[in-house]
């Protein structure tokens, strides 16, 4: 295929750039090679897919409908796709991050797509990759030929559709509208070379017969025509029964044995897939076709080989072909199911063999239907289309032939078997009128690079989740606790200035875009681009990332709470890609090295475990206090089958951790702390604030009335007294809690005051494990408080044990 300059035109449009290409052709011009040539040299993460099984199975890839998940039936395209179960459908993760890391989708046998199953691919991928951009912004690869197979409508789904399309054909989809497509026509004809033959079926591809070239194609009619054995002729019709009947009863006439092959199945294969019969009968004499290349590096055969069957055995069948020196001998050949996975070590999208398919690669082949003979090549074939019904079926029939000379016609070609559709030839035109040349190219290609480049500096998309945190913060703002709003509109008015920085910084790169020259050979963009990545690592980390560190918040609603933190989720992730970018990108910007960091990216994501947010806000003074009290009402939720609130509120919380009541009268003027609230759960709430006042040297107030069935005062360090005395008698901290009605924390922290009288020993508060692990564990880490040190270690070591290692670190 070298000196083809449109074979080379699309593959620098596939490879160079990210336009959308529609590549066609007529038959035989190469679109299948420059597929196979793709996968095995293009650099791109590319996943192919095709409308039926059989094509999916042909061109090694999977069907769009296993791909994508998508419903079978029509997919109208204004349907609410957050609320639609056609989209809503869980996919695996492995799947999420293929689409997300997606550079390249091959559609094969484009043709045969819907308008609708286009626009569904379309919202598929703008659901998981990027919502603003048609296909997600992945680049789109659709090979076929509109002059063959077209879509299939059946009537009730066409009246569905009808309303939003003025055809069934992929082009007239909404993202097809949308993405500005390119389109190529190989026009090198590979098959055939008699340049009036190629006339011939370029006429009848186009609708325009001419009676000259009728003439000389009806001189082929014959319709008394009887082959010889040896000639090697195949019969294509147009309905499957009509195939069937001619090649059984050639296969009964034949007097010789009968040998049934049965296929293989393993795995995962639908039957609908099945690329040959599962009982295969063969006699000797019987004509054959081959349906798959050869898997030998002889090369023996290919799919669409004739030839007559010399010799059976149980495993192997020998072929003679016409015109060939030597019989051929083959056994059994396998089918792959295939469906896309990640490489676990290098994440590169891998093909994952989930079944397989096994059988003798031969078919009956004194007939075969039109539809079935697509894609393939004969010699010698009668050509049977009086009964033509669809678009495309005569020129499938008659391209199939290699020559005129080997062609046979049963029924003369009238106009009437030219079944053209008037929106293909209108499209065919347009995309003619519009080829693309070398000059769209190399602007495609320097575009292409700017579009890159205009990525890695996009801030536009951090204004999104700063704006849902501030709506829902001022929607439920009695609900949060935290310095939240002067934060976030902090962060948006920075956000914005990078924003105009960076358009700035991309207006500027198109005013030094020169024309015939790439952004990557360009010294005045590339000394630019340097210059901004150093800005913007500074800037990001500066006026984005570090201010986000110190963001922290407690609410009491979990559906608020659930929604902040996603929400935060998202904007760290955006913050992650970028320091990352501008992490890694040293100087100068390259296609290739850009695509591979943002492959990288993707699973950078996913590497890190969700962060545990903050849930004591920097300002509260008494943060100890705050845990222990948090601890408490947890410990009370569940005892008694509450929710956490229904025992005090969030706001209730911090109003004890900053007035520090420490009588039951105290405690009723705390808002949300009624007299039921403060009967049942008071004395347990006052036993923690005093406990940690004793600890800390706080003074109290000098109640009489700590509980109010007491009539002694409690002096100061009785409580603690009690706890050892009791923990003395052989109780464990569990049951002197429950006894006391204290939180398990407090009694731990009255016990840990008698480690340094010797009374208690640090392992009697905690296993010698835990003990040696934060020894070791805690000075190397940095923390804020007891809060932000807990997030950072194992949810197996509880506060009192850390406190207990901290003193132990501090006395030390």
């Known amino acids: 295929m070298a000196d083809n300059k449109e074979l080379d035109l699309a593959w620098d449009f596939v490879t160079q750039t990210n336009r959308t290409l529609f590549l066609t052709g007529k038959a035989g011009t190469g679109k299948t090679t420059f597929l196979h040539k793709l996968k095995q040299k293009s650099n791109k993460r590319m996943v192919i897919v095709a409308p039926t099984g059989v094509a999916a199975i042909n061109a090694k890839g999977v069907t769009i409908h296993s791909f994508f998940q998508l419903p079978f039936g029509p997919i109208l395209p204004d349907a609410d796709v957050a609320n639609n179960s056609a989209f809503n459908r869980k996919f695996s993760k492995t799947k999420i991050n293929i689409i997300k890391s997606l550079d390249l989708l091959v559609i094969d046998e484009i043709s045969m797509v819907r308008a609708d199953l286009l626009d569904g691919i379309d919202k598929t991928l703008r659901r998981f990759k990027n919502k603003q951009l048609v296909f997600g912004g992945v680049q789109l690869l659709m090979i076929g030929d509109l002059q063959q197979l077209s879509p299939v409508v059946k009537d009730n789904d066409w009246r569905l559709l009808q309303p939003y399309y003025k055809n069934a054909f992929f082009f007239s989809s909404r993202a097809f509208q949308e993405c500005y497509p390119i389109t190529v026509e190989l026009k090198h004809i590979y098959r055939q070379e008699n340049p009036l033959f190629i006339t011939i079926l370029n006429e009848i591809r186009n609708n325009n017969l001419t009676a000259s070239s009728a003439a000389e194609l009806n001189k082929r009619y014959d319709p008394d025509f009887n082959p010889k054995t040896e000639e090697g002729y195949i019969s294509l019709t147009t309905h499957n029964s009509k195939a069937n009947t001619i090649n059984q009863s050639k296969l009964k006439a034949l007097k010789s044995k009968s040998y049934n092959y049965e296929a293989v199945i393993t795995g995962n294969f639908p039957e609908h897939s099945y690329p040959n019969d599962i009982d ?125 000379e080997g062609l046979v016609l049963k029924s003369k070609i009238e106009s009437k078997q030219i079944i053209s559709d008037h929106n293909v030839i209108s499209f065919n035109k347009r995309a003619e009128e519009n080829a693309p040349d070398s000059d769209q190219l190399l602007q495609s290609k320097g575009q292409y690079q700017l579009d890159l480049i205009a990525e890695i500096f996009e801030f536009y998309s951090v204004l999104h989740p700063i704006n849902r945190l501030l709506d829902i913060y ?45 952004p990557e050979n360009n010294k005045a963009i ?258 804020d408080n007891l809060s932000d040190l807990k997030h950072q270690l194992d949810d197996k070591f509880s506060y009192g044990e850390l406190r207990l290692v901290l003193n132990q670190l501090e006395s030390d």
């Open 474 to 518: 001022y929607k439920n703002r009695n609900r949060i606790e935290g310095v939240v709003e002067p934060l976030l509109l902090k962060l948006k008015e920075d956000a914005t200035h990078l924003i105009k920085v960076s358009t700035s910084f991309k207006t500027q790169l198109k005013t030094l875009q020169t024309e015939g020259e790439t």
């Open 526 to 783: 590339q000394e630019r681009f340097t210059k901004a990545i150093e800005y913007f690592k500074v800037q990001i980390e500066d006026l984005l990332v570090v201010p986000l560190k110190s963001f922290a918040f407690t609410t009491d609603n979990k559906s608020v709470e659930q929604d902040l933190n996603k929400t935060l989720d998202v904007l760290e992730e955006f913050l992650t890609v970028k320091t990352f970018y501008f992490k890694e990108i040293k100087t100068t910007f390259t296609t290739k090295h850009f695509l591979d960091l943002r492959v990288k990216a993707v699973f950078l994501l996913n590497k890190g475990a969700k962060k545990e947010r903050k849930s004591v806000i920097d300002g509260t003074v008494h943060v100890d206090l705050f845990e222990d009290l948090r601890i408490l009402r947890n410990q009370i939720a569940e005892r008694n089958s509450l929710v956490h609130f229904q025992v005090f509120s969030q706001k209730s919380l911090y109003a004890m951790c900053e007035s520090l009541p420490t009588s039951l009268e105290e405690l009723k003027a705390i808002e949300g702390m009624g007299k039921t609230r403060v009967e049942k759960y008071g004395t347990a709430i006052i036993s923690v604030i005093r406990s940690y006042c004793e600890d800390n040297d706080i003074e109290t107030t000098d109640a009489n009335n700590l509980l109010e069935n007491d009539s002694k005062k409690r002096k100061k360090g009785d409580t603690k007294l009690i706890s050892l005395d009791l923990f003395k008698s052989g109780k464990s901290i569990d049951q002197i809690a429950l006894e006391r009605e204290l939180n398990v924390n407090t009694v731990f922290g009255h016990l840990a005051d008698f480690i340094s009288t010797g009374e208690v020993a640090v392992t009697d508060l905690m296993s010698k494990a835990h003990y040696k692990e934060l020894l070791a564990l805690i000075p190397a880490k940095t923390f």
């Open 280 to 404: 295969l009968e063969l006699k000797v004499g019987a004509q054959v076709m081959f349906i798959k290349n050869d898997s030998t590096t002889d090369k023996r055969f290919f799919n669409g080989k004739i030839g007559r069957v010399v010799d059976l055995s149980k495993s192997k069948v020998t072929v003679r072909c016409p015109g060939d020196t030597e019989d051929i001998i083959t056994g059994v050949e396998t089918w792959e199911n295939i469906k896309y996975n990640l490489d676990a070590k290098t994440k590169a999208i891998a093909e994952e063999k989930i079944g397989s398919f096994s059988q003798i690669p031969l078919r009956l082949a004194w007939s075969i239907t039109i539809h079935k003979s697509q894609g393939l090549t004969f010699e010698r074939a009668i050509i049977d289309a009086e009964d033509a019904f669809a678009h495309g079926q005569t020129y499938v029939a008659l391209s199939r032939c290699k020559s005129l």
